[in-house]
């Protein structure tokens, strides 16, 4: 079992840049992919990014393709969005997700565990 903490949440102005941590405990975070999403008020849960235990291969939904960046440090046990070029239909509380796979799942439903989320404000 693993437990996730998002961090790096909080209120940028359009166009700005804001860097989300989420820390794993374990000492097996190399055996997850893991995975960025995002709720919305009143919207569905959005897959946003994934990337595999290794990091050698990721994968972005067309929301933030471009703009975005995942990357994980499996010393630090810690897993990073880069967010850049923000627009205000960003705004949305931002979860970690983990999976113990050596595959790369690209859907919501295909992860086990979750973080409580950070909320990400794009103000216009």
């Known amino acids: 079992q693993v437990q996730l903490v998002e961090s790096g949440g909080g209120l940028v102005q359009a166009g700005g840049s804001l860097r989300l941590s989420c820390a794993a405990s374990?000492?097996?975070?190399?055996?997850?992919?893991m995975a960025w999403l995002r709720q919305a008020p009143g919207k569905e849960r959005e897959f946003v990014a994934a990337?595999?235990?290794?990091?050698?291969?990721?994968y972005y939904a067309d929301s933030m393709k471009g703009r975005c960046t995942i990357s994980r440090d499996n010393v630090k046990n810690t897993v990073y969005l880069q967010m850049n070029s923000l627009k205000s239909e960003d705004t949305a509380v931002y979860y970690c997700?983990?999976?113990?796979?050596?595959?790369?799942?690209?859907?919501?439903?295909?992860?086990?565990?979750w973080g409580q989320g950070t909320q990400v404000t794009v103000s216009a």
């Open positions: 997700a983990a999976r113990r796979t050596y595959n790369l799942p690209s859907g919501a439903a295909d992860y086990d565990y």
């Open positions: 990337i595999n235990w290794s990091g050698g291969s990721t």
């Open positions: 374990g000492r097996t975070f190399r055996e997850y992919a």
